[in-house]
């Protein structure tokens, strides 16, 4: 499993905002939107605010790399769909800790039972990594609580 730099996990749990950059393929155009992300445990969660109708979560999960941009820096990512009941259970917890719902009233809708199954882990990545087209495939896991 690739990990983010310590730099970069930092830089991501201080944001409130980064733009995630989607598409449906290597060759469709690509769409932007702005995201709320977290880091747990070392690792960088994201989650669709609209469930599974978000149009960033339906090109991500048709075609996994995408790119963030925090600022003036593009990290590639690929995406990994969450599955461990635990592992989503500390994502909301750590969306609700970094987006108090006293500050914000969209905290409460991240963590609704059809937006929990949205939780995709990203990993750094390469743009070109999916060439094949069985690559491109969304991958599902389940990560124990030492992962």
Same mark, same amino acid.
């Given at each position: 499993?690739?990990?983010f730099?310590?730099? *970069?996990? *930092? ?11 989607t ?28 469930? *599974?109708?978000?149009?960033?979560? *339906? ?23 969450v ?64 992962e």
């Amino acid at each position: 499993m690739k990990r983010f730099t310590e730099d *970069q996990l *930092q830089h991501l749990s201080h944001m409130k905002t980064v733009v995630i950059e989607t598409r449906l393929s290597s060759h469709a155009r690509s769409h932007s939107t702005p995201i709320w992300v977290v880091v747990e445990d070392g690792d960088v969660y994201i989650r669709s605010y609209r469930g *599974q109708a978000g149009r960033w979560y *339906q090109e991500i999960t048709a075609f996994p790399s995408a790119v963030l941009h925090l600022n003036r820096e593009q990290l590639a990512i690929r995406a990994i769909r969450v599955t461990d009941e635990a592992t989503i259970t500390r994502v909301s917890q750590a969306l609700l800790q970094k987006y108090p719902t006293s500050s914000s009233s969209y905290a409460e809708s991240m963590v609704r039972d059809e937006v929990v199954g949205t939780t995709l882990r990203l990993e750094p990545a390469s743009l070109s990594w999916a060439t094949d087209p069985e690559e491109r495939k969304i991958p599902s896991k389940s990560f124990s609580p030492e992962e």
